[in-house]
T-cell receptor, first 114, second 111 residues
Framework: AQSVTQLGSHVSVSEGALVLLRCNYS??????LFWYVQYPNQGLQLLLK??????LVKGINGFEAEFKKSETSFHLTKPSAHMSDAAEYFC????????????FGTGTQLKVEL | NAGVTQTPKFQVLKTGQSMTLQCAQD?????MSWYRQDPGMGLRLIHY???????DQGEVPNGYNVSRSTTEDFPLRLLSAAPSQTSVYFC??????????FGPGTRLTVL
């Protein structure tokens, strides 16, 4: 069984400020973890993924996430927010032992203000 | 390459009507899936397929049918539409490394 919990359905930051979107996972086997971004009226796009190599993963558009097994977390960060980062972000998990079902969190809507 | 395409983009149905949401891909991915997205609920898996001729249920399969006769196509059928099926539907493919590629979505309203 696997699940992800995204803390905060809405996050608001000022342009230039740090972005921190939280994701905690639960998995009975070592997980693969993903962050996806969804811009308005579009499908989801892969931002980055963790697949048991380096614990700090860099993605597109300046985002990165750190896998912390002790905290069962995979938080998404970006040092300096840009207006174009406003979107909904989804964390997702799949078990590494042949699982077929990618489980998504409920999403965090990021608002970037001037 | 077109990636994952979905038709139609928008659809309005009356309760009890049936319809098919089309999904096609040109990436030669074996795994395809259908999700529905509802506010505050993230994406929920409806059905998935690991290859032509093989399909299985996800977490919310009731009221939906799928078939997979070719690698490229994975249509989703609503048998008798209900207002509870009002949602945005996404088709996705997946690589062997579990990276998913999503279509642009179909916004369905059932009156």
């Amino acid at each position: 069984a696997q699940s992800v919990t995204q803390l905060g359905s809405h996050v608001s930051v000022s342009e230039g400020a740090l972005v921190l979107l939280r994701c905690n996972y639960s998995s009975s086997v070592p997980p693969y973890l993903f962050w996806y971004v969804q811009y308005p009226n579009q499908g989801l796009q892969l931002l980055l993924k963790y697949t048991s190599a380096a614990t700090l993963v860099k993605g597109i558009n300046g985002f990165e996430a750190e896998f912390k097994k002790s905290e069962t977390s995979f938080h998404l960060t970006k040092p300096s927010a840009h207006m174009s980062d406003a979107a909904e972000y989804f964390c997702a998990v799949i078990g590494t032992r042949g699982g077929n079902k990618l489980t998504f969190g409920t999403g965090t809507q990021l608002k970037v203000e001037l | 390459n077109a990636g994952v395409t979905q038709t139609p983009k928008f659809q309005v149905l009356k309760t009890g009507q049936s319809m098919t949401l089309q999904c096609a891909q040109d990436m030669n991915h074996e795994y395809m899936s259908w999700y529905r997205q509802d506010p505050g609920m993230g994406l929920r898996l409806i059905h998935y397929s690991v290859g032509a001729g093989i399909t299985d249920q996800g977490e919310v399969p009731n009221g939906y049918n799928v078939s997979r006769s070719t690698t490229e196509d994975f249509p989703l059928r609503l048998l008798s539409a209900a207002p509870s099926q009002t949602s945005v539907y996404f088709c996705a493919t997946r690589t062997s490394r579990h990276e998913q590629f999503f279509g642009p979505g179909t916004r369905l309203t059932v009156l």
